[in-house]
């Protein structure tokens, strides 16, 4: 059984469309991320959300919309899709706000043509 | 602005032998350090951790080590194994609640 799972795990699409990557975790976690993975290897924190609530949101274009309707739940969905948005996003969860190690899905590899 | 810096894209190190993965900050508020391992297609591993109250934490054939004047940590892995062969991230946060920057990794390959 999975501890964060997310879906879809590939996604082709063509730009300006609009799609969503779901992800659950099923540790019990109040803390949940979306981290973008970059053709540099960068990872990099995008959202986090502790017990539903919005608790970072680095410099990410609105386009980027998560949405926590539970704890164990945070989707991201991605509006007009752009040529850069292509990367793998990553879901993680921490046991609780401020401290932790992070546990990852297996990441979501976005390709926008 | 990258503040958690890991210089070498890749290493390979015989079975057996040591391998050192380094990894540079440039945050002094930075108390909290993390290694994670990745294998192709799989999210990253936790694998091992340290505080800044502390300059080295051992787990089996982990070690990690923190010099904080220098703002540089390295991962030990002795003896090095096949199965070690993955992409390292180092990892750091500090009291801006539980952000973490990460490196853009370190694969190590080991050789039989």
């Known amino acids: 059984d999975t501890a964060v799972s997310q879906t879809p795990k590939y996604l082709v699409t063509q730009m300006g469309n609009d799609k969503s990557i779901k992800c659950e975790q099923n540790?019990?976690?109040?803390?949940m991320y979306w981290y973008k993975q970059d053709s540099k290897k960068f990872l990099k924190i995008m959202f986090s959300?502790?017990?539903?609530?919005?608790?970072i949101n680095e410099t990410v274009p609105n386009r980027f919309s998560p949405k926590s309707p539970d704890k164990a739940h945070l989707n991201l969905h991605i509006n007009s899709l752009e040529l850069g948005d292509s990367a793998v996003y990553f879901c993680a969860s921490s046991q609780f706000h401020g401290g932790g190690e992070l546990f990852f899905g297996e990441g979501s590899r976005l390709t926008v043509l | 602005d990258q503040q958690v810096k890991q210089n070498s894209p890749s290493l390979s190190v015989q079975e057996g032998r040591i391998s050192i993965l380094n990894c540079d900050y440039t945050n002094s508020m930075f108390d909290y350090f993390l290694w994670y391992k990745k294998y192709p297609a799989e999210g990253p591993t936790f694998l091992i951790s340290i505080s800044s109250i502390k300059d080295k934490n051992e787990d089996g054939r982990f070690t990690v080590f923190l010099n904080k004047s220098a703002k540089h940590l390295s991962l030990h892995i002795v003896p090095s194994q096949p199965g070690d062969s993955a992409v390292y991230f180092c990892a750091a946060s500090g009291d801006t609640g539980n952000q973490f920057y990460f490196g853009t990794g370190t694969s190590l390959t080991v050789i039989p």
């Open positions: 540790l019990g976690h109040d803390t």
């Open positions: 959300y502790n017990n539903k609530e919005l608790i």
